[in-house]
C-alpha cells in the first residue's frame, strides 16, 4: 500500500509559480513510477507529467512541456512538480499518481494504483 499527500496547491496570479509536492507513505518508494495528472472543472482528468523510478526519464503533456518540471527525491519519498510561467488554463486539481509500471501513466491515467487526494491550483487572469 502507498498512501500519497499533496500540498502546495493555493492562488497564484498568471505568470507566476508555485512547487507542488507529494509525498509518499511505505519503504518501496523508488518501486513506483510518479507522476502528476490534473482535472479541470468540467474536464476529464489529464496528464501532465511523469517520472521514472530512479528519476532518470521524465515525460510531459506537451502543454506544460518548458514550464513544469518534475523531480524526485527518494530518500525523502517525494516528488515535486515545479511549475512556472503559470496560465490561467493551468487552474486544476492536481493528482499524485503511483504505479509500478509507466504505461499507466498517460492520458486520464486509468489503471494507476494509489492517487493522492488531490490540490487546488488557481491561476488568476
Known amino acids: 500500500q502507498v498512501q500519497l499527500v499533496e500540498s502546495g496547491g493555493g492562488l497564484v496570479p498568471a505568470g507566476g509559480s508555485l512547487r507542488l509536492s507529494c509525498a509518499a507513505s511505505?519503504?518501496?518508494?523508488?518501486?513506483?513510477?510518479m507522476g502528476w495528472f490534473r482535472q479541470a472543472p468540467g474536464k476529464e482528468r489529464e496528464f501532465v507529467a511523469s517520472i521514472t523510478w530512479s528519476g532518470g526519464r521524465t515525460y510531459y503533456a506537451s502543454s506544460v512541456k518548458g514550464r513544469f518540471t518534475i523531480s524526485r527525491d527518494n530518500a525523502k519519498n517525494t516528488v515535486y512538480l515545479q511549475m512556472n510561467s503559470l496560465k490561467p488554463e493551468d487552474t486544476a486539481v492536481y493528482y499524485c499518481?503511483?504505479?509500478?509500471?509507466?504505461?499507466?501513466?498517460?492520458?486520464?491515467?486509468?489503471?494507476?494504483?494509489?492517487w493522492g487526494k488531490g490540490t487546488l491550483v488557481t491561476v488568476s487572469s
Open positions: 511505505g519503504r518501496t518508494f523508488s518501486s513506483y513510477v
Open positions: 499518481a503511483a504505479d509500478p509500471s509507466i504505461a499507466t501513466m498517460s492520458g486520464p491515467g486509468r489503471g494507476i494504483n494509489y
